[in-house]
């Protein structure tokens, strides 16, 4: 299976990292051989890939870094690397690749300091594959110092390197960066693309898959985990009961209080799952002994990792709250279509008789408040405002309409 298969719904972004990577190809069988090298080349030292959340940016990068390592034998008999078979794009794909660099973070952004670890690593040559790969799945959390570190890189590649970037927007990446990337743009997958992929990849039932789908509007990541996950689905249930608990002050700050608790219970459960190893994992190699005195001048490392858990958790919860936010934000645009008439697909079917209620109950100037109401608590979030403040006072926005 081709690793364009991966990018669902992406035909057209599919067919320009194809030909980017035949043109790969060449160049590195030209430089191989001695012969002259292709007069025109698709292929470039920098890409940068955007889209919105679930498009498959990060999906996209992978597999054309699997192309580029790819050492299928068909190539030599005409056939485009990306074959999905071979040790280069398998090892590609799954990150275990001596020259596949794949970047992302569960932090709230990257520093000066990682980046400046994989400029060094750019400046090397392929250790066992045909080009040194760098994927930043997350290029738009990069302070502005990280920026200037990773420009000096892309300004002056490495003859073999390529940088993949991915973030949503142009906006979200240096002007100064953007300009020296060739730049593709990702679409939201068709629902239909979606449902198709979990049924046929992920052996999902077609009923369920479709509602994922539906549910989630195209969103990959998203559908896939709504499909599988009994705890996700009972948590995106309670998000959408929450519209009828605002009816008085303390519904709201109640309503409030219990997304939050949740969020908060999603990053402890991550937490148990993965503090706990990385801590232990961090212990031995510093020579501690579990339940044990750590030895002399460890403290500082031990700090280091707690720091970054804390930073961890704080990335997590507000991303659960975001994603709650979302699921408010889709039913109240099925609300907004019903009370405008509109023929779009409702993403909430399972809940029509509670939208149709309070398609009856408002207008649609009210509806469209409390959409704004919800970017707002976004923005606030975003802007490091206290959850349960920006919470509180979106929900008693969503009571006032």
């Known amino acids: 299976m081709p690793v364009w298969d991966d990018l669902v719904g992406q035909e057209r972004v599919a067919a320009q990292l194809d030909a980017a990577a035949r043109d790969a190809d060449a160049l590195v069988t030209a430089n191989a051989t001695n012969a002259p090298p292709p007069e025109a080349s698709r292929m470039t030292h920098a890409w940068l890939f955007t889209g919105p959340p679930g498009a498959g940016r990060a999906t996209a990068a992978r597999a054309f870094a699997a192309a580029l390592q790819c050492v299928s034998p068909d190539r030599a008999l005409g056939g485009a690397p990306g074959c999905g078979f071979c040790d280069g794009c398998h090892t590609s794909l799954v990150g275990t690749h001596a020259d596949v660099e794949i970047v992302r973070t569960d932090l709230l952004s990257i520093g000066v300091k990682e980046t400046r670890e994989l400029v060094r690593r750019a400046q090397l040559s392929p250790a066992v594959g045909r080009w040194q790969v760098i994927v930043l799945e997350d290029a738009d959390r990069l302070t502005e110092g990280a920026g200037n570190v990773l420009l000096k890189a892309v300004e002056e590649p490495a003859p073999r390197t390529v940088w993949l970037l991915c973030a949503p927007s142009l906006e979200d990446v240096l002007p100064t960066i953007r300009s020296r990337c060739r730049h593709l743009t990702l679409r939201t997958p068709a629902v239909e693309a979606v449902a198709d992929m979990l049924v046929r990849r992920d052996g999902i039932e077609p009923d369920v898959a479709a509602e994922a789908a539906r549910a989630t509007q195209g969103h990959i990541d998203r559908a896939r985990r709504l499909a599988t996950d009994p705890r996700a689905r009972a948590r995106r249930a309670a998000v959408l009961k929450l519209p009828l608990r605002v009816d008085d002050i303390g519904g ?50 031990m700090k280091e990792l707690e720091d970054r858990q804390k930073r961890r958790r704080t ?23 019903l009370q405008l008439g509109s023929r779009v697909a409702l993403a909430n079917t399972e809940a029509q008789d509670i939208l149709e209620r309070l398609a009856r109950a408002a207008s649609p100037e009210a509806t469209l408040r409390r959409i704004e109401a919800i970017a707002a608590c976004r923005d606030a979030l975003d802007r490091n405002v206290a959850p349960l403040l920006a919470v509180e006072a979106m929900t008693m926005a969503l009571r006032a309409g």
């Open 252 to 301: 709201c700050l109640k309503a409030a209080q219990e997304l939050i608790d949740t969020a908060a219970e999603d990053t402890k459960q991550l937490a148990e799952e993965v503090d706990t190893k990385e801590t232990e994992e961090l212990k031995a190699a510093l020579g501690g002994q579990s339940g044990g005195r750590m030895p002399r001048g460890t403290a500082g490392a």
């Open 315 to 337: 990335r997590t919860q507000r991303d659960s709250l975001d994603l709650a936010l979302t699921d408010l934000t889709g039913f109240y645009r099925d609300v907004l279509a």
